[in-house]
């Protein structure tokens, strides 16, 4: 069964540092690979999605990378800003496409 | 294009009544996905359906739970008997196909007092 782990738990920086989200995953057959950010009380907001044959994606300040071989994830936020703190949410999708498999999440917190 | 619409937003019960959730995908989205985020853990897949028929419900708990989305109307997750360990956000999802980005609503939050 996959299982999705995301380190760190919590985070905290200071305005203006870059920082890296890591994700790990247990099964290496994945059909794509999808970070997410959930803001408190709200739903999710889809960042970035690696397909299984890709090794990275961009959008603006964010670079997701994707291992699939040595099953793993990292989520690049360049600048930080105040407006990024947020809870940020990894998942793994099944080579049948049928359902996600989410990590615990990473808790953001910029400091202004 | 609104996006994928839940509601209620909040829903209070007490044990043993019933919930009934419902979700609205996104126009032209015949995939719904629902999700469950129990406190301090993470989303965990419940239940995937296309329109009148359930692909996927490998997630759901055998008993007290079912889910439908008809040719018409949203998709409704039922909850019978509700007991406090059922309070949590459900979310829902839907894409336009099974190896499409999926697209979350913003959850239903549901409290078993």
């Known amino acids: 069964k996959q299982e999705v782990t995301q380190i760190p738990a919590a985070l905290s920086v200071p305005e203006g540092e870059n920082l890296v989200l890591n994700c790990s995953f247990t099964?290496?057959?994945?059909?794509?690979l999808q970070w997410f950010r959930q803001d408190p009380g709200k739903g999710l907001t889809s960042l970035l999605l690696?397909?299984?044959?890709?090794r990275e994606q961009t959008s603006g300040r964010l670079n997701a990378s994707l291992d699939k071989s040595s099953g793993r994830s990292t989520l690049y936020i360049a600048a930080s800003q105040p407006g990024d703190s947020a809870t940020y949410l990894c998942?793994?999708?099944?080579?049948?496409?049928?359902?996600?498999?989410f990590g615990t999440g990473t808790s953001l917190t910029v400091i202004p | 294009n609104a996006g994928v619409m839940q509601n209620p937003r909040h829903l209070v019960r007490r044990r043993g009544q019933e919930a009934r959730l419902r979700c609205s995908p996104m126009?032209?989205?015949?995939?719904v996905y629902w999700y469950r985020q129990l406190p301090e853990e993470g989303l965990k897949f419940m239940v995937y359906l296309q329109k009148e028929n359930i692909i996927d419900e490998s997630g759901m708990p055998k008993e007290r739970f079912s889910a439908e989305f008809p040719k018409e109307g949203p998709s409704i997750l039922r909850i019978q008997q509700v007991v406090r360990g059922d309070s949590a956000a459900y979310f829902c999802a839907s894409s336009p196909g099974i190896q499409e980005t999926q697209y979350f609503g913003p959850g239903t939050r549901l409290l078993v007092l």
């Open positions: 099964d290496s057959a994945i059909y794509n």
């Open positions: 998942a793994v999708r099944t080579p049948t496409g049928n359902q996600f498999y």
């Open positions: 126009k032209g989205h015949s995939h």
């Open positions: 690696i397909q299984s044959s890709q």
